[in-house]
């Protein structure tokens, strides 16, 4: 199955160039700094293809360094071509099985519409490769279709999906991730090309004791509320 799912994204790699830099990629940079990537990070992110987010997140992390890999060789070697002025950005060819950075943890680890067409039976055990490369303060950034509008592709325009291509149901992905020490801080439900909300992205941190909880300054409380009021006349 790995075999077919590389030579799908092989040829599809053309399809990416063609394509170059949309506003799901735009949308998913900007959610990644909301989600405090800082410019000395580490990134890991996994299913890059020709790497259209990667030289976007590299660019974000001037003083740190970005691992991008992919299942497909073919789009590893137009990434390296296409980015190759960019000296902090690394790719490789794995489809996660057996990864090993030897001491290596990663501050974002990022799944840019990616999970949806790795086998959901292979999910747990990925997790578990993610946490091995995780320290205290990682974040795991996920962004896939929403479900209920994959189910509608998947009804009503079948050709426009990939080789593999389903709907994650949220309860089961939050399991498996909570189940290799993270927890979920934020999940939303988006629109991007449709007036359906079509995809959703997710912020897992790395699960540790709260250690200190300070009251928000009063402050802040008083123009929060302030602000509400506010949307709430208007």
Known sequence: MEQKVAQFYDEYANNQIRIGVNSRHLSIIDKLIRSGLKPHHR???????????????????????????????????????????????????????????????????????????????????????ISRHSNNNTVIFIHIPAPRFLEWMIEHEPEKLQVIDQPLDTADLVK??????????????????????DYQYFVFRKSRPVSNIAHRSKWIILMSRIWIRIKLIF
Request: aromatic share 12%; with cysteine; net charge negative.
């Open 176 to 197: 498996n991730i909570s189940a290799n020490d993270f927890y979920l801080e934020k999940m939303e439900t988006y629109s991007v090309y449709y007036e359906e909300k």
């Open 43 to 129: 990134v890991l992110e996994i299913g890059c293809g020709i790497g259209t987010v990667s030289h976007l997140i590299a660019k974000k992390t001037p003083k740190g360094s970005v691992l991008a890999v992919d299942i497909s060789p073919k789009s590893i070697d137009q990434a390296r071509k296409t980015w190759s002025n960019l000296t902090n950005l690394t790719f490789e060819v794995s489809d996660m099985k057996g990864f090993q950075k030897e001491g290596d943890t990663f501050d974002f680890i990022v799944l840019p519409d990616v999970l949806e067409h790795i086998p959901v039976s292979d999910h747990f055990s990925l997790f578990e490769t």
